[in-house]
């Protein structure tokens, strides 16, 4: 017997023995997003988003459980489907504030052992409950694809600092470093990101602002391509476009007590200035005072930091890639009392087609 | 000489193909976290160091197969007689043999991890061991052409990589030698479990055409899979921070995970597909190279003991599919290279030097 | 009673026995002398008999067969007696002229029917810059073609026949030299040890001399073209004319080589290896997409871009089989489509495209037996699938795609991988004349390249085909042709 004829025969018997559990694409409910809120004691209120295909549009269908861990969620679930429910499309998780008060990590580590789960599977913390939120129609793509765009694009254009299920894994484990989740609200029939929320461990202590995203996302992400509105000290604004940003931490002293220091380096162009010619005098203006408001801002955000003793900025890693035999333990101890400096250098460049 | 024809000889420069192909394998998915454990984000410093120890080794290699005239079997036995010989070159047949079965139950766990949770085991190890049976029935020159085209087709994965750099904090690797050299040494000995599959070429050297000028393709095979290495270590301690590391078990496949391409939103899908492609040489030569020294130990045809030890592997996949029981084949398996390896070539480079001062010739 | 041996007369004898085999008796007045004509009928052109041969039998005086052979002004022809080769020239369609009707001597006068029909432009290798002609059936007007390009002594031909009741005339052609003369030796030994009665066309022999009968991949290139069998011809492999066949064939050949059109010759080399590199791209397109539609489609969902995903499910709910049955459905649409246009007279057969691409394509996606997302890509592949410039390659790669659609059945993409491991060792083992069929990729050919995937500069191309081992590799100075110039010289 020739080896082909013997490959030809195992491979028939394979083939006719063969076949793996199947999951034909449109036999399969297909979860888009989820969202975890707390409901009562000890028990946790799951809700997923199905989009339903139409031509031309799509329609959302949600469903809901209430169960005591997450695992039980999506398995109850499967009792209100008549296809499998599958979750290896999902591109958002919610969790509703209460619940993240609580602790998210045992809702996150589920996805981390679903090898079918992308790691680029978006994270948010809601003002509210997630139920409410999912439950919304948005957009025509249906809400998982909407709600992931929406926070893609603030992430890319606006002032939302990077984060993912892995981005968050990766502060979650690391050492000197917190993690953080974009905050979001439904208002009406739309959904608006309103600020960061900021962790310890895996639960929410503290949130920022819109006003304050701008200079977290610049101290944390080291860009930001938002626009930025600055008033000027008469009561004029200008508003201007980062083209690009730099920053730069660096430590002295020793390692259990270091010297932070944050320097800002931002180049922008002016957007819209309506209160006459922008001459250099205004512009030399316009940059003092957008160095000021950075200084300011900044500091303030970092000594809030500092007294919740978090880290999102990941100082305690920064430092750590600096000083050999680095203690996180050590360094921490005296976190809340470092000094952190933060100096600011904006240039303005020209102004853009119309002189 | 151990005499082959020429039409069954490849040329030199094929060797850097089997080299590579045979050293990037299985290993590749998951080898990060085993260094990191020890040498943290200092890790990369430990493959270099296996990466340079593995061109000393290969060095040796070189050495011993010239005083042998290329045929290390009968090395064994002008050295310690037929018996002690004959039963040296049976471990090595062991080594070789369990090679296959290793990696490809290995690799049939990573797909039921990670594509289908129900894909029976003798299905998929049977129509695997049939292909490898009809690739090695070819001889030398279709294993060499399996090494090379499953070298060269899968190589475009390098470049997936470019999209975990969006993802990757190079400071991560700062500062350089934080750890103990006491600990890189250790992570670099681990490391030498992933670098192995140079020592096939004691057993291919004779179907080298001019077996001498391969030592350089050799040594640039060996030096490409350390850079190759070095560079993906790098990125591994970039991507995940150092606890983050400790809890994954394949860090590459994780990696994959961020790639993102207009057409393909899930990149490890195909990464694990291509890999079929990557640990085809390694199962075939495995197979090939312990058939060949039983060919030569027992005197029998080379497709019987082919036929035979291509069996017991596939029963081997069968029996022992627990992940805790490949995981202790896979310790075994790298324990008895690194001895083979670091231990046993340069013993035996030292006593053929020794009885070559005595006798005159080997 | 023993058999008599065979004689002319027997011979005669048993010819006569078809009605078409004429015997006739003329007079010769001048020489007062009879004359018996034989011939076969149909193989025999008439009006050359009348006009110049009849005129001198029936006017010259003479008395003796030599006599004739003198008179006639016709080249071929000579005075035999034996058996044997009177009977094979009578039905190549000789005349036998005879003084007496039992003589066992008589006078073969070739008077041959030659019936071709014209030049024609290339039908199946057609291109629109280059030459225009092609091979036609008569091998005698083929190696005209040849030797009509290649007007060098060093052009050998060997002819040998085979085929036992055929008689098929076969030429190996090479240029003496240049071939290697291991490969002239093989082709010229597996023609001689053909074992057929009837050899028909060229794809009779290559079907029986190639090295692997049961490989679905052509293992000698044919070609219709002379202009490509020069050129190849002067690389240094060898050329097998079939006579009765417009398609010669081309040995050692290798697997991109298949994929090369000659017209690549004939455009600029930058145009030329972008077309090279869009026909491998469409092969592998043709072979891998439906496949990869089946195998995202049973298991891996995650693999769909989002947004893509509506567009998929939107188009899948309708239809009621799983994607392998579909996917079967219409490929064999297709190929039925395929087949019945090529058995159709040509007005027919475009007529059956167009219907069954437009009606049979639209109506299966309004009766929700298909996808319309999968009926846009199993057309693409069909019409990628016809790029191939080589006709029997085009058929062996819409037949690749079968076993790859079952192996993405069963085990998704790890089978589409497994498939593509069992073809690479496939492809691996075959040889070509006992070449590697797969170099220059392997066993790798660093410099066979600059004409394999893409096409290099003729200056580039100073090297004969390593792979070959020509017995001169090199075909003209590539030093020379390169030699670059400064500025302003």
């Known amino acids: 017997m020739s080896m082909r004829t013997a490959l030809l025969i195992g491979v028939t018997v394979a083939l006719l023995c063969g076949c793996v559990r199947k999951e034909i694409l449109d036999d399969i409910n297909i979860e888009s997003a989820v969202g975890f809120d707390e409901a009562g004691k000890e028990k946790i209120r799951g809700t997923i988003v199905i989009p339903v295909y139409k031509r031309g ?44 008060k609580q602790g998210i990590f045992p809702f996150i580590d589920q996805f981390r052992r679903d090898a079918s789960i992308g790691t680029r599977l978006y994270l948010a913390v809601v003002d509210g409950t997630a139920k409410h939120l999912l439950e919304g129609n948005y957009g025509r793509q249906g809400n998982g694809i909407y709600l992931s765009n929406l926070l893609k694009q603030n992430i890319e254009r606006r002032d939302l600092p990077k984060t993912n299920l892995h981005l968050f894994l990766k502060t979650y484990y690391a050492d000197g470093k917190d993690p953080f989740l974009p905050y979001i609200r439904r208002v009406g029939e739309d959904v608006q990101v309103i600020g960061v929320v900021l962790f310890r461990g895996d639960r929410v202590v503290d949130t920022i602002g819109q006003s304050d995203m701008f200079y977290f996302k610049i101290v944390a992400d080291g860009y930001s391509e938002g626009t930025h509105t600055v008033r000027l000290n008469n009561k ?74 978090i880290d999102p900025i990941g100082f305690g890693d920064l430092a750590a890639s600096r000083y050999r035999q680095f203690r996180h333990r050590d360094f921490y101890k005296h976190y809340s009392q470092l000094p952190i400096r933060i100096t600011a250098d904006v240039t303005i460049r020209d102004t853009g087609i119309i002189e | 000489m151990a005499s082959v024809a020429e039409r069954l000889q490849v040329s030199p420069f094929m060797t850097f193909f089997i080299i590579m192909s045979m050293q990037i394998g299985i290993g590749v998915l998951g080898f990060q976290r085993i260094i990191a454990e020890t040498a943290g984000h200092d890790a990369w410093i430990s493959v270099l160091l296996a990466g340079a120890s593995s061109h000393l080794i290969l060095i040796l290699i070189y050495w011993l197969l010239q005083q042998a005239d290329g045929d290390f079997v009968l090395l064994h036995q002008r050295l310690f007689g037929r018996w002690v010989g004959g039963v040296l070159s049976l471990l090595l047949v062991l080594y070789f043999a369990i090679m296959p079965f290793v990696v490809l139950s290995t690799y049939i766990e990573v797909v039921q991890v990670w594509m289908f949770p129900d894909l029976k085991t003798w299905e998929f190890s049977l129509a695997l061991f049939l292909l490898c049976l009809y690739i090695t029935f070819g001889g030398f020159r279709i294993v060499v052409g399996i090494c090379f085209f499953c070298l060269i087709i899968p190589s475009y994965l390098v ?21 103990s050299p006491s600990a890189i040494l250790k992570a670099a000995k681990q490391m030498t479990l992933t670098m192995l599959g140079y020592e096939t070429v004691l057993f291919f050297y004779p179907f080298i055409k001019g077996g001498k000028q391969s030592a350089k393709w050799a040594h640039a095979a060996v030096l490409t899979t350390t850079l190759f290495y070095t560079l993906l270590t790098i990125l591994t301690l970039a991507y995940f921070s150092e606890n983050q590391l400790q809890r994954q078990i394949w860090p590459t496949l994780m990696m994959w995970k961020v790639v993102e391409l207009p057409f393909i939103e899930r990149f490890e899908y195909i990464g694990i597909a291509n890999w079929l492609l990557i640990i085809l040489p390694n199962i075939c030569l495995g197979l090939w190279c312990s058939s060949r020294i039983c060919k030569q130990l027992f005197s029998i045809r080379q497709k019987m003991a082919l036929l035979v030890i291509t069996t017991i592997c596939f029963f081997c996949t069968l029996w022992i599919d627990d992940r805790a029981e490949i995981d202790f084949a896979n310790t075994i398996l790298n324990r008895a290279g690194f001895y083979f390896l670091y231990i046993w070539i340069p013993c035996l480079a030292g006593i053929t030097y020794i009885v070559k001062k005595v006798r005159g010739n080997v | 009673m023993t058999a008599p041996p065979p004689s002319v007369w027997t011979t ?18 001048t020489a007062g002398l009879y004359l018996w004509v034989s011939y076969v009928e149909p193989m025999v052109d008439m009006e050359f008999v009348a006009r110049s041969i009849f005129p001198y039998l029936f006017h010259c005086p003479f008395s003796s067969l030599e006599e004739i052979h003198r008179a006639l002004p016709i080249d071929d022809a000579y005075i035999s007696s034996d058996p044997n080769n009177v009977k094979e020239k009578l039905l190549e369609g000789y005349l036998f002229i005879r003084l007496h009707e039992t003589d066992e001597t008589g006078l073969l006068v070739k008077a041959q029917k030659t019936l071709e029909r014209a030049l024609t432009v290339p039908e199946v290798e057609f291109s629109v810059v280059g030459p225009k002609e092609s091979f036609i059936e008569s091998l005698e007007t083929n190696l005209f073609l040849l030797r009509k390009r290649i007007p060098i002594d060093r052009l050998t031909v060997k002819m040998t026949t085979v085929g036992t009741l055929s008689k098929t005339k076969v030429a190996v052609v090479y240029i003496d030299g240049i071939a290697n003369p291991d490969n002239v030796q093989t082709v010229l030994q597996r023609i001689e040890e053909v074992e057929f009665d009837e050899i028909i066309d060229s794809s009779y022999i290559v079907q029986i001399i190639s090295d692997n009968r049961h490989s679905p991949f052509p293992q000698l290139l044919d070609t219709e073209r002379p202009d490509r069998v020069a050129a190849v011809l002067a690389e240094g492999k060898v050329a097998i004319m079939v006579d009765g066949s417009p398609h010669v ?34 092969v592998t397109f043709s072979i891998l997409i439906t496949p990869m539609y089946v195998a995202t489609l049973n298991y891996h969902y995650e693999l769909i871009p989002k947004d893509l995903l509506g567009t998929l499910i939107t188009s899948r709910r309708e239809i009621p089989f799983p994607p392998i049955l579909e996917v079967l459905f219409l490929e064999l649409t297709i190929e ?43 057309a693409l592949a069909a019409l990628a699938s016809f790029t191939t410039p080589v006709y029997k390659i085009g058929n062996t790669i819409r037949l690749m795609r079968f076993p790859f659609i079952l192996f993405a059945e069963i085990w998704g993409l790890l089978g589409v991988a497994f498939c593509f491991c069992i073809i690479v060792t496939h492809l691996l083992y075959l040889t070509s004349l006992g070449r590697p069929f797969l170099s220059p990729l392997y066993p790798p050919r660093w410099r066979d390249l600059k004409d394999a995937l893409v096409r290099l500069p003729f200056t580039s191309q100073s090297k004969r085909p390593e792979t070959l081992r020509t017995e001169q590799p090199i075909r003209f100075d590539g030093k020379k042709a390169k030699q670059k110039r400064d500025i302003d010289e």
């Open chain 3, 249 to 282: 064939l081309i040995g050692p050949t290798t697997l991109v080589e298949f994929f090369s059109s000659f017209e690549d010759y004939f455009l600029n080399w930058t145009v030329a290896s972008f077309f090279r590199l869009i026909r491998l791209f469409s």
């Open chain 1, 57 to 100: 549009e799509t329609a959302n269908k949600t469903l809901t459980t209430v169960s005591s861990t997450a695992k039980d969620v999506l398995e109850e679930l499967q009792y209100k489907t008549s296809e499998p429910l599958v979750s290896g499309s999902i591109e958002i998780a919610l969790y509703g504030k209460q619940l993240a």
């Open chain 1, 236 to 309: 004029k604004y200008v508003s201007i476009k980062n083209i690009s940003t730099k920053r730069t931490i660096s430590f002295s002293g020793p390692k259990t007590r270091p010297h932070i220091h944050v320097h800002i380096a931002l180049e922008g162009i002016v957007r819209e200035y309506k209160h006459g010619p922008f001459t250099s005098a205004v512009r030399r203006s316009v940059e003092k005072t957008f160095e000021q408001q950075i200084r300011s801002q900044t500091e303030a955000l970092l000594r809030r930091f500092q007294e919740k003793q």
């Open chain 2, 159 to 179: 470049f997936t990589f470019w999209f975990v750099l969006d993802y990757s904090d190079f400071y991560q690797l700062l500062p350089i030698f934080d750890h």
């Open chain 3, 336 to 378: 039925l489509l395929r087949e019945a246009g090529a058995r159709l007279p040509t007005k027919v057969g475009q007529t059956i495209g167009i219907v069954g691409g437009i009606v049979i394509g639209t109506a299966s996606v309004e009766a929700g037996l298909t996808s319309n997302v999968l009926l846009i890509l199993v």
């Open chain 3, 12 to 29: 005669l004898q048993t010819l006569g026995s078809s009605t078409d085999f004429q015997t006739k008796v003329y007079r010769n007045d």
